[in-house]
């Protein structure tokens, strides 16, 4: 059974900063993998997607990391912002059906 | 392109009621899944449709069900309402299923 891990829970940084955050999950098998960005009470807006063939993808000032023999993915914030302020969540893909971590709530301070 | 709309937005019930709640996909796309989010679970898969077919569902009661219209439309449906069903309930679309899901804001739903 798939379980997915995000550390830390919590992140409180000043502006300017670069951070990463962390994303475990136990079964190697996965499609792909993706980084989401949830506002409160909002829906989820996906950020990055990697497929379970590549190892990175970037976007802007994002860029994650797929390493599946480790069961592990990152996602690294350069230059921080106080719009960066929400909750970043990481999912594993099943079959037709992903698996979320508890997400990891970012703070960044002005 | 209008994104993932999903009514109502806020739904309140008490228990014993049942509830419908109705997600219209991005144009085009086939795969639709629910999702139930709460603070002490996080979120958690319910069901994903794909040509009206259900294709997986997640460790749910039979109270929750779901369908998917010809037209990709997709409803969820919860009976007999408990305290514990208390939730944002979000409904995703992406093309076949397995690639960049787009989410709705979702349905708040309050059970008294």
């Known amino acids: 059974k798939q379980e997915v891990t995000q550390i830390p829970a919590a992140l409180s940084v000043p502006e300017g900063e670069n951070l990463v955050l962390n994303c475990s999950f136990t079964?190697?098998?996965?499609?792909?993998l993706q980084w989401f960005r949830q506002d409160p009470g909002k829906g989820l807006t996906s950020l990055l997607l990697?497929?379970?063939?590549?190892r990175e993808q970037t976007s802007g000032r994002l860029n994650a990391s797929l390493d599946k023999s480790s069961g592990r993915s990152t996602l690294y914030i350069a230059a921080s912002q106080p719009g960066d302020s929400a909750t970043y969540l990481c999912?594993?893909?099943?079959?037709?059906?992903?698996?979320f971590g508890t997400g990891t709530r970012l703070k960044v301070l002005a | 392109k209008a994104g993932v709309t999903q009514t109502p937005r806020y739904l309140i019930k008490t228990r014993g009621q049942q509830v419908t709640l109705s997600c219209s996909p991005i144009?085009?796309?086939?795969?639709v899944s629910w999702y139930q989010q709460t603070p002490g679970q996080g979120l958690q898969f319910l069901f994903e449709?794909?040509?009206?077919?259900?294709?997986n569902k997640g460790n749910f009661p039979g109270r929750f069900s779901g369908r998917q219209f010809s037209n990709s439309r997709s409803e969820m449906n919860v009976s007999t309402l408990e305290l514990g069903d208390s939730a944002l309930y979000l409904c995703?679309?992406?093309?076949?299923?397995?690639?960049?899901?787009?989410f709705g804001s979702g349905t708040q739903l309050s059970v008294l």
């Open positions: 079964d190697s098998a996965i499609y792909n």
């Open positions: 144009s085009g796309h086939r795969s």
């Open positions: 449709y794909f040509s009206e077919t259900q294709r």
């Open positions: 995703a679309s992406s093309q076949q299923g397995a690639e960049k899901l787009f």
């Open positions: 990697i497929q379970s063939s590549q």
């Open positions: 999912a594993a893909s099943g079959t037709y059906k992903y698996i």
